[in-house]
């Protein structure tokens, strides 16, 4: 089993920043992927920003230029810096990987943390 534990959320005035941070732990060979999704009330679960294992990222276009993505492949970490943030921000963040839990398995599985809650006031 692996466990994604996130934090840092909370509540920020407009144009303010806050960092998430996520650590995976368990049964764990190597991770492909890391990345943030959100979900806002009424919408669908949508992706912020990914990180593969060799750093290349991807960025939801609402995003770029304010949030960086950034990972600890050794600690098994993905964070999330937010700047500039503003009221349409405010979701349920959820951090999630995809790994591999064993070298002689090369099925790989997605895990999904419990969120965390990132609200932006105006």
């Known amino acids: 089993q692996v466990q994604l534990v996130e934090s840092g959320g909370g509540l920020v005035q407009a144009g303010g920043s806050l960092k998430l941070s996520c650590t995976a732990s368990?049964?764990?060979?190597?991770?492909?992927?890391m990345g943030w999704y959100r979900q806002a009330p009424g919408a669908q679960r949508e992706l912020v920003a990914q990180?593969?294992?060799?750093?290349?990222?991807d960025y939801a276009d609402s995003v770029k230029g304010r949030f960086t993505i950034s990972r600890d492949n050794a600690k098994n970490t993905v964070a999330l810096q937010m700047n500039s943030l503003r009221p349409e921000d405010t979701a349920v963040y959820y951090c999630?990987?995809?790994?591999?839990?064993?070298?002689?398995?090369?099925?790989?599985?997605?895990?999904w943390g419990q969120g965390t809650q990132v609200t932006v006031s105006s």
């Open positions: 368990g049964r764990i060979f190597s991770i492909n992927v």
């Open positions: 999630n990987a995809i790994l591999r839990e064993s070298s002689a398995n090369i099925i790989t599985y997605n895990y």
């Open positions: 990180i593969i294992s060799g750093g290349n990222t």
